[in-house]
């Protein structure tokens, strides 16, 4: 059972809410079509709230929103409307959960939590084959290294890379094809000689 909202004044009966019913009047009412949902209320509240342990606190909650309106106005009907309110707020109360505030994200960035940072065994690994990879590149012709740095590293266009090198783009790309080729080799462990006509 609730307590109704009281009002501090002595002569309750002379108060009139919005349209012109008494409070007594709605207290009355609120006994007589609302308390006695109360079960029914609760088990739609247990049923379909995340927090369980909340139910008795969202009753209220619904008790207080009804009782609010019915101040400005009676609903014609109690149950639709008392249901009605119940689940206004448990939908509000799920959009509150969902929404993030600026002093939470502030306070992420604070802590320098990195939430995509690599774990250090994915670093070590990293590194690892980035040692590869530069052994692997400087063991490679002349030429080819010279075409693969300038494509991969710098990012110049094959006809940038023909231009710098004075070869033309046919030989650029056959460089740019022999390098990564050989890279791949050496990078994964296969032991393969350059093609004899670089």
């Known amino acids: 059972?609730?307590?109704?909202?009281?009002?501090?004044?002595?002569?309750?009966d002379l108060l009139r809410a919005g349209d012109g019913v008494t409070v007594s009047e709605i207290d009355a009412w609120f006994v007589r079509e609302v308390l006695p949902l109360e079960a029914?209320?609760?088990?739609?509240?247990?049923?379909n709230s995340r927090n369980k342990s909340d139910v008795a606190d969202l009753c209220q909650e619904v008790y207080m929103r009804v009782y609010e309106t019915a101040r400005e106005r009676l609903p014609e009907r109690a149950k639709p409307f008392v249901f009605a309110t119940a689940r206004n707020l448990l939908v509000d109360?799920?959009?509150h959960e969902q929404v993030?505030?600026?002093e939470t994200v502030a306070d992420l960035d604070t802590l320098n939590i990195a939430i995509d940072e690599p774990g250090p065994d994915r670093v070590v690994m990293a590194r690892d084959t980035l040692r590869r990879l530069q052994a692997a590149l400087e063991r490679l012709p002349q030429r080819c290294r010279e075409a693969v740095v300038m494509r991969k590293i710098e990012g110049l266009s094959r006809p940038e890379i023909a231009l710098r090198m004075g070869i033309t783009e046919h030989t650029v790309n056959r460089h740019?094809?022999?390098?990564?080729?050989?890279l791949a080799?050496?990078?994964y462990g296969e032991?393969?000689?350059?093609?004899?006509n670089l």
Do not use: N, Y
């Open 185 to 187: 080799d050496l990078v």
């Open 40 to 47: 029914i209320l609760m088990q739609f509240l247990r049923r």
């Open 100 to 102: 993030v505030s600026i």
């Open 1 to 12: 059972m609730v307590d109704t909202p009281g009002t501090g004044f002595e002569d309750i």
């Open 191 to 196: 032991a393969v000689e350059p093609r004899s």
């Open 176 to 182: 740019l094809t022999d390098g990564m080729c050989l």
């Open 93 to 95: 109360r799920v959009k």
